[in-house]
């Protein structure tokens, strides 16, 4: 079945750094946009940047200049950099294929941005 398993949130400081992992199965990866999303408390979750099978990658305006997302297809693995982090980013982040077709979410990763 689709699984999808985040790692790497933590707490850290504002300006700090992260690396989200994502480790994809139950379908075949290299032929599917992923995306990253995230659910703020008391938010919807929201796409936060996307990759399609070539490579190519979109980011919503939050993300854009601060955010990396890439993606291995050997290892079914899509990763988001995330630098300057800021409070307001602190949120549950999952990925998902892009766009999400059902139920088949993660656990997430809670990221939390706080001096």
């Known amino acids: 079945q689709v699984q999808f398993v985040e790692s790497g949130g933590g707490l850290v400081q504002p300006g700090g750094s992260l690396r989200l992992s994502c480790a994809a199965s139950?379908?075949?990866?290299?032929?599917?946009?992923m995306g990253w999303y995230r659910q703020a408390p008391g938010k919807q979750r929201e796409l936060v940047a996307r990759?399609?099978?070539?490579?190519?990658?979109v980011y919503a305006d939050y993300a854009k200049g601060r955010f990396t997302i890439s993606r291995d297809n050997a290892k079914n693995t899509v990763y988001l950099q995330m630098n300057s982090l800021k409070p307001e980013d602190t949120a549950v982040y999952y990925c998902?294929?892009?766009?999400?077709?059902?139920?088949?979410w993660g656990q997430g990763t809670r990221v939390t941005v706080s001096s």
């Open positions: 998902n294929i892009f766009p999400p077709g059902g139920g088949n």
């Open positions: 139950g379908f075949i990866f290299t032929i599917k946009s």
């Open positions: 990759i399609n099978s070539g490579g190519g990658s």
